[in-house]
């Protein structure tokens, strides 16, 4: 299990090991309840007396501790938790488990918590989102310059900044739609998926009680590439954090200063150097990251098993369901609180824009020269010299351009001023127009 620290109260106990047995539970409560309307076992009161065991909540702090103790003998955890539970069932003890194998219940409860967990994802998610509409609205005109390759490139606007983000968590949150949808699947078909103990109508009938749809054809696992899927699009979500603390990062250096991270009154940055303000909640996400990209990894090892299954898979999956999906969550919530707090700093901005000069109009002079007859190749060379030069000496592009004779030659003076004046961000409510605003919660 991952650090406490690093997990919310919700889904550390969606993970936790008495909710682990309770879903088991649940499984068998299903299974039970099927088996009686469909006759496969008599009434004599299981799925009555299991529902009575999931309603005490008190139980199911105990039942870990008990099943440990019994699983030091037994060396299954499955066996070690049935005999906890038909000890304490009031009735039907002899009709537990019946028919089932270990991952008829294990399988089908993991997908009830990966689903859950899941769902809890994906309101952070939304959150996140809204978070990031609400910048890159507030934000929209403020410009800013972009960069390529971490060097100057053409002005942007912060707003477009955030709302690229924006729209990458759209994206995610279908991808997390599609997600769930996949691992909502559970099999209850017997050792080797053949129902040869239990009919197909068992599994049918348990399953919708579940909430969850039957797997088309199981063995006596499901397959892994459903959960080895969810993982890669946790990973992806981890990978759209990363960028969006990269770009929170990067921002905040000292001879940048154009973003900076919420800072609490009280707060300190370093042992040594009182005057730190360091983007700490950012490089936690990109590590975080780096996590999600290595439990995916181990996942999309278990896909392929021996035969009908070994048990590597089960190993690697103590630790990247419950590893993935609490640790996701606790960086969505965090970068959720990073984004809304954040400080933009329009005024250094706009002084990084104007420090250099204007050499980045080069694009602009080029467009014009070849719409004055020049060959692009020429062109380029000519406002290569210029624009460099500009940056140099800190003059503008203008003045430099005015003293090459080949540019003066082909482009008049006025005409060449009126021509650098160009609005880089005039089609920034274009490109919002093609995004509706999130709900508001509630």
Known sequence: MPLRRYALPEMWDLWSEGEKFRMWAKVEWAVARAQEDLGVIPKVGLSESLKKLLEDDDLWKEVPKLVEERERVYDHDVLAFLGVIEERLERGGNYLHFGMTSSDVVDTANALRMRRALLLIRDKLKDLAGALWEKADRYRYAPVMGRTHG????????GLKFLSFYSEALRN???LEGTIEEVSYGKISGAVGNYALNPPEVEEKALTLLGLKVEPVSTQVLPRDRFAYALSVLALIGGFLERLALEIRLSARTETGEMQEPFRRGQRGSSAMPHKRNPIRSERLTGIARLLRGWALAESESVALWHERDISHSSVERFTF???TITLHYALNLATSVVRDIVINEDRARENMERFGDFYLS???????TEHGASRDRAYEWVKEVSQRAYERGTSIYGEALKHPEIVGLIPEEDLKEGLRIDFNRYVDAIFERFTPPESPG
């Open 363 to 369: 694009s602009v002079l080029l467009m014009l020269l």
């Open 173 to 175: 949150l279908k991808r």
């Open 322 to 324: 419950p590893d993935a």
């Open 151 to 158: 060097v100057f490139a053409q002005p942007t606007t912060f």
